[in-house]
């Protein structure tokens, strides 16, 4: 880790903490440690049961897009994908899904520009749903056009961007035709490295539309609805029984979080999005911060935790790993 990532990581811990900090101090540390206390254990033990099965779920959606998979196990993938989720905890960045593409191209036979691109797919989807799930929650609850714009904006592109995939893998050599026309502006070194990525990203798509397209979208399907309902669960362990919409809109607030890179883990950041949403919801209470945090150290502690057992079961070091990615991917 170089000393620009490093103090970016610093930085990053920094801001996540006061703002945790101010959280907390806002509603006094003696009702939120009191809030902490009331949560239903039984309610926490189904959440965190459907973050276990998700994780599944993950690794067989993600073993659905190679070919020939059906000879392999779904450790391995499971493997990369947690030990990516530690990753993502640690390192700047969210260098996660690189560290994953590393460690699953040298436990299988897959080559990295395979591997690379069917996280791309993976990517995609999820970025579908959650533009799916925005036009839902949009049309559900009063907000300011602009917001409204933006979502039919971004939910519209994302559908144009799908046909348009669909239609190109169907026709691989104009696609191929049109990346050299588009990226001839860059340096021939680029083009080398992004051309195997994208054929092997164009064969992922074909996968995916293919027989198996059912298959990878009732996954898909069933990732996001155990997410949603692990978010119900941890709500209702602290007394807010939230409806489906309601859940939606918590839950696309802390997918917004994610997109703060330089701070690791979101610390803060998620915590301050679901007191924001909940706020905007008509829902009160120091108990909506309890919430988010029990929430969150679960997905962070599971994911840490199962991810360094891997590591270790893999006889890697993740910082090593996370360089010699980065070697690999200049190279």
Excluded at 12 to 41: P, Y
Excluded at 75 to 92: R, T
Excluded at 134 to 155: D, Y
Excluded at 235 to 246: N, R, T
């Amino acid at each position: 880790m170089n000393m620009k990532n490093f103090f970016l990581k610093i930085l990053g811990l920094l801001i996540g903490f006061t703002i945790l900090f101010w959280l907390i101090t806002t509603i006094g540390t003696r009702e939120f440690l009191e809030n902490m206390s009331t949560a239903k254990i039984s309610d926490v033990i189904c959440a965190l049961t459907l973050v276990l099965f998700g994780i599944y779920l993950r690794a067989l959606r993600w073993k659905s897009l190679f070919l020939n998979e059906e000879q392999m196990g779904v450790y391995p993938f499971f493997s990369a994908i947690m030990i990516g989720a530690l990753a993502n905890n640690i390192l700047p960045a969210r260098g996660g899904d690189l560290v994953r593409v590393y460690i699953l191209g040298n436990n299988t036979s897959f080559s990295k520009s395979n591997i690379l691109a069917t996280v791309l797919i993976e990517r995609l989807s999820d970025l579908l749903l959650v533009c799916f799930m925005s036009l839902l929650v949009v049309s559900a609850f009063p907000m300011q056009q602009w917001i409204q714009n933006v979502a039919m904006f971004v939910g519209g592109g994302s559908l144009v961007g799908l046909v348009v995939l669909m239609v190109l893998s169907n026709n691989p050599n104009s696609f191929f035709g049109l990346f050299l026309k588009l990226f001839n502006v860059f340096p021939k070194w680029i083009r080398i490295f992004l051309q195997p990525i994208i054929r092997d990203f164009m064969q992922g798509i074909k996968v995916v539309i293919s027989k198996r397209s059912v298959v990878f979208i009732i996954l898909t399907i069933l990732i996001w609805g155990f997410e949603i309902t692990t978010l119900w669960f941890f709500a209702k362990s602290f007394g807010f029984v939230l409806s489906f919409c309601e859940s939606l809109f918590v839950m696309i607030h802390a997918v917004l979080s994610c997109f703060v890179p330089f701070v690791p883990a979101q610390i803060g950041v998620w915590e301050l999005s679901i007191q924001s949403s909940m706020t905007f919801l008509g829902y009160e209470g120091s108990a909506i911060l309890a919430f988010a945090l029990a929430w969150h150290f679960t997905l962070v502690f599971v994911g840490s935790f199962i991810g360094a057992v891997c590591l270790f079961l893999n006889g890697n070091s993740l910082f090593m790993t996370y360089t010699t990615a980065q070697e690999e991917l200049k190279s």
